[in-house]
């Protein structure tokens, strides 16, 4: 069960719990009756103020954690009024900055490889891991034809 879900059923059942210990303590009371519902009126409010000023946090990390599971590294978060959530914002854009500039760094040496193998002279084969031939260039081909 997610979070959400047990905050919100803890919310409701505590509510349901002190509105009938109020309806049986204020019975003979109208006016203190009613008192005790509209505090546990507005105090339903400001939970569920309070709930979704706690769950905005956990919105936003699911959010980027489903960017960063779609390899979208252009998806930047703006600054908010919260400074607990600036520090996380701040944070997860710092870390897609750097991923997109290490991600580019390393499309620019590949490119560059790739370019300085095939305009080689010399017939160069690359290996993988495995030992299998993953890549030679013109000059190699020529020499094994």
């Known amino acids: 069960m997610r979070i959400r879900s047990v905050l919100l059923i803890y919310l409701i059942l505590l509510h349901l719990v002190l509105g009938i210990a109020a309806y049986y303590l204020t019975t003979d009371n109208v006016f203190w009756f009613f008192v005790a519902e509209l505090v546990l009126l507005l105090s339903l409010f400001f939970l569920f103020w309070m709930y979704r000023l706690v769950m905005r ?71 993988d891991y495995d030992g299998h031939l993953a890549e030679m260039n013109k000059a190699a081909i020529n020499l094994l034809q």
């Open 57 to 127: 946090p956990l919105k936003l990390m699911q959010q980027g954690l489903n960017t960063i599971k779609d390899e979208d590294f252009s998806v930047l978060f703006r600054p908010t009024s919260s400074a607990e959530l600036n520090d996380l914002v701040n944070m997860y854009n710092a870390l897609i900055v750097k991923i997109r500039e290490e991600r580019q760094v390393g499309q620019e040496k590949q490119v560059f490889m790739e370019t300085l193998i095939s305009a080689s002279s010399t017939g160069l084969m690359v290996l």
